[in-house]
């Protein structure tokens, strides 16, 4: 396991490489720049920033200098705010995770619970009322999930409080964030359920007079999480970095809402370091999905 790990370290270090010279080049190519505003900055004030930043540069030195930098672990400072990016990377993100933990922590809960119970009760009502929402669940975009729970919950009915930083309510983000994934791994769940429930395996145990729930929990849904873990590694390292759009709805100043601000701003340092942040997290994300495979079924092997 040792040598596969370092393989996919040194993989996951090209992968990142790979995702920053493609968000550099492509963000240089898009025309304007950071200091380009409604009110136009004199040329001889721009020309001093740019010389700062080392945006007078071509931009293949510019991407070696960045690069260079981040290597000897200086994230830079942002063009918009002029704040250390590393600082406000883990000031934002520690909103987001712990809004993205409780909600990656919802879908997968109940996504597992409602599938196994849909494949438990196949074509009868508790299944065809899981599939239905589920299908709902599925079609609605999260933006417009969180937008009816604002104006239902908040404006209309009052029952749930606008979030503020000093008294944060996570209900309604929450169930905004979680309810796609959910509804995904609950579907996920079912299908893999189904087909284990029909293995020999499981006939085996039945026909060998093992209790229920052990053939249910032991031996079928623990052979049906394989698929459920591939999407669950990337989903959390997703949420963790929070939903750009339902952080936006709610006014939560998350590092998604933060991503949001710095391409709105063109804040070149900033965009670079959220993107190579998520890249981090997807890598290490997959790389423990991979892993667990083996601890749900030790028949795999990484040879």
Request: contains cysteine; proline residues 5%.
């Amino acid at each position: 396991m040792a040598k596969y790990i370092i393989k996919r370290i040194l993989l996951a270090i090209v992968s990142i490489i790979i995702v920053s010279a493609i968000t550099f080049f492509v963000m240089n190519a898009i025309p304007g720049g950071p200091f380009n505003k409604e009110k136009a900055t004199s040329q001889q004030a721009q020309k001093v920033l740019e010389e700062r930043y080392n945006l007078d540069k071509p931009v293949p030195q510019q991407y070696i200098l960045y690069m260079n930098n981040l290597l000897h672990g200086d994230w830079g400072v942002s063009l918009h705010s002029g704040r250390d990016i590393w600082g406000e990377i883990s000031s934002r993100f520690s909103v987001s995770a712990r809004l993205g933990g409780m909600a990656a922590a919802v879908a997968i809960v109940v996504g597992l619970i409602l599938g196994a119970l849909a494949a438990l009760t196949r074509n009868r009502l508790p299944d065809r009322a899981i599939v239905f929402f589920t299908t709902l669940g599925t079609a609605m975009p999260s933006f417009v999930l969180a937008t009816l729970l604002l104006l239902v919950f908040c404006l209309k009915l009052k029952l749930v409080p606008v979030w503020s930083s000093s008294n944060p309510n996570y209900t309604l983000p929450i169930i905004a964030l979680s309810v796609y994934p959910m509804a995904y791994i609950t579907r996920l769940t079912k299908t893999s359920m189904l087909d284990a429930l029909n293995q020999d395996y499981v006939r085996t145990a039945k026909a060998k007079g093992v209790p229920a729930w052990k053939v249910i929990f032991k031996h079928a849904l623990r052979n049906a999480l394989i698929p459920v873990i591939t999407y669950v590694g990337p989903m959390v390292a997703y949420i963790l970095t929070g939903s750009m759009v339902v952080e936006n709805i709610f006014t939560i100043g998350g590092l998604g809402s933060s991503f949001v601000t710095s391409i709105t701003n063109r804040d070149y340092t900033m965009i670079m370091a959220t993107t190579i942040f998520l890249a981090f997290l997807m890598v290490i994300a997959n790389l423990l999905t991979d892993i667990a495979y083996k601890f749900v079924d030790p028949r795999i092997t990484f040879d």
